[in-house]
């Protein structure tokens, strides 16, 4: 399979207003990205996304899926966060995402987002149990560090929310640390962030290239290597640009489902590459109609199970010819330039997209076929595969109705 994804461990929405700056919402299950008016003056106040994936899942997917060593000309790693209700929405919209910096280790927490929090007896804010804009977890000494630079300061590696703002009294100190890359040479800011950009009549579903980021999960990992060239994963940080947490126009609410989701669409970290292999001494139909048939399909599937799909490909109307064989029992084959695609059968949402570079069809000396990890998708449901052949003819799309649904 050439496309893999893994779910988060946890994740959370830190608030900076007022109101909400000591809230947290690790089991909310929504994730957002807003500004908030202030309740006494113009004054909007910028949310942040925080998200991290296990490192045993990600070194999973190195060591028994790619099995090779990550980088940009060999996979591509998506991060990626399914768009709820929005509301009140600028034209435009630029988010950015970053690697939290180390030793930033946050709690999830319990908790989940209430517009009016309630309140102890004395009349301050009852104590959150996970992370917070001001705290990392439910001591009130593990609060976000402010200032900027580490290492000597030579090339300041992270910087904080209040570091960079004019007035801090107007905006309230934390709101996470992470890696910026400001500096030059070795810490170019490319390889430390990433952006998603949106227009008007776009679709908000998040999806950040995250590959070179996870490439210095996997230095760290691998060969111990230190900042600039590996990142200890302590996760990763969802903003708002700076410049747009503090315009004071407001931008609105770009909401996301959470992990904690009762829905198909919880955030996932994708990883694609090109597993194909095409060899073979058979007749390649390049035109005509053709019909697929998948013979191994076994209609359920254990989660933990690695699966290969053949299939049996011929001209749905065979020439006439005069053998003393069946034309059904040759071997013919798809052109290299076929792919294919899993969706979800009830309601139809792609799951692995038609992927020109990571969904092609392999074939050897026994026909077409594909793999997929049963892993990388969500048990207990049903899902179908779909083929697209472009051939002589153009692009053409094959949907035989084949079913199968992953198991526990």
Known sequence: MAYYSIFPEKDTTLYSHPDRQDMNTGRDEILELVEEKSTTGDIYYPSRILIKFKNTEIRDVIENKIQKEINTSNCEIGLELFATEHQSLAKDHIVEVFALSESMAWEEGTQRYDANPPSTTTGS?????????VYRNESTASAWPTGSGVGGGVYPAWVDGSSVVPNSSQF???????YTG??????????????????????LDLNLNVTTLIQKFSASYYQGAALPTGIPNNGFIIKKPTDTELDNFGSGYLQYFSTNTHTIYPPKLTFKWDDSSYSHSGTTLTSGDIFLSLYNNKAEFQRKSKQRFRLTTRKRYPDRTFTTTSNYLDTQYLPETSYYSVRDAETN?????????YTKLSANSEGM???????????????????????????NIHDEDYIFKVIR
């Open 172 to 178: 309230p100190a934390g709101g996470g640390v992470w």
């Open 125 to 133: 804010l009852q104590a959150a149990n996970g992370a917070t804009w």
């Open 349 to 357: 949402e792609v799951i692995i997209p038609f992927d020109t570079e």
């Open 369 to 395: 076929y594909f793999d997929l990890f049963m892993e990388g998708f969500q048990p207990e449901r049903y899902y179908k595969l779909m083929f697209r052949v472009d051939n002589n003819d153009g692009i």
């Open 182 to 203: 400001f500096g030059g040479g070795s810490f170019a800011t490319a390889d430390f962030k990433t952006t998603n950009d949106f227009f008007a009549e776009d679709n």
